[in-house]
Nanobody
Framework: QVQLVESGGGLVQSGGSLRLSCVASGRTVSAYTMGWFRQAPGKEREFVAAITASGGTTDYADSVKGRFTASRDNAKNTVHLQMNSLRPEDTAVYYC??????????????????WGQGTQVTVSS
């Protein structure tokens, strides 16, 4: 079992930055691909970013590419999502998730077996 806890969300003005963190417990996440997803009110959960176990490969949704950066510190069992140039349309609950594979990137939520409780990000215009 892997328990994931996100933090770092909040209210920020358009153009601002936030850094989300996701701390894992229960098992080391060094063998897991980690993903970030978000869900806005009335919308389906959507893929944001993913990073392989070693951190060597990342993937981003087109809507955040160039603005968001995923990283990880396996020694601290932590992954991060640095979000810059935030826009009102980035407003959502952000979730981190773990997928029991080391080398495969996936954009599909159903491929991730472990999820955090989410952290709210609100971007004002």
């Amino acid at each position: 079992q892997v328990q994931l806890v996100e933090s770092g969300g909040g209210l920020v003005q358009s153009g601002g930055s936030l850094r989300l963190s996701c701390v894992a417990s229960g098992r080391t996440v060094s063998a897991y691909t980690m993903g970030w997803f978000r869900q806005a009110p009335g919308k389906e959960r959507e893929f944001v970013a993913a990073i392989t176990a070693s951190g060597g490969t990342t993937d981003y949704a087109d809507s955040v590419k160039g603005r968001f950066t995923a990283s990880r510190d396996n020694a601290k069992n932590t992954v991060h999502l640095q979000m810059n140039s935030l826009r009102p349309e980035d407003t959502a609950v952000y979730y981190c998730a773990a997928k029991a594979t080391m080398f495969t990137i996936s954009r599909l939520a159903r491929g991730y077996g472990y999820w955090g409780q989410g952290t709210q990000v609100t971007v004002s215009s």
